[in-house]
């Protein structure tokens, strides 16, 4: 199973910076489980102000995979994958 990072930011600096990464299946168990602990954070200070917060989902190489804003991750839980220059998007 891959191991992937979870770094928590609001676009400006790294507020989390996860060094040793979590085991999970496939990136659909790494996005639910960022969801997971996006909304666990909201519910702990639900008065947040929690505009342009996201994490940002990593392999070990620290190469992108996925970002989950805290916006989406309030509402249907959607995250943006990160496209490899060249690759294109499903419609």
């Not at 168990?29 to 909201?42: F, S, V, W």
């Not at 804003?69 to 943006?80: P, Y």
Request: net charge negative; with cysteine.
């Amino acid at each position: 199973m891959p191991r992937y990072r979870f770094d928590l930011t609001n676009g400006n600096r790294f507020c989390a910076d996860d060094q040793e990464g979590v085991r999970l299946r496939d990136l659909d168990a790494a996005r639910q489980y960022a969801i997971e602990d996006i909304r666990d954070l909201m519910r702990q200070k639900p008065e947040g102000d929690w505009t342009g917060w996201r994490v940002e989902i990593t392999d070990l190489r620290e190469q992108k995979l996925l970002e989950v804003l805290f916006s989406e991750a309030a509402g249907d839980g959607a995250g943006r994958e990160k496209q490899a220059p060249g690759s294109e998007t499903a419609a």
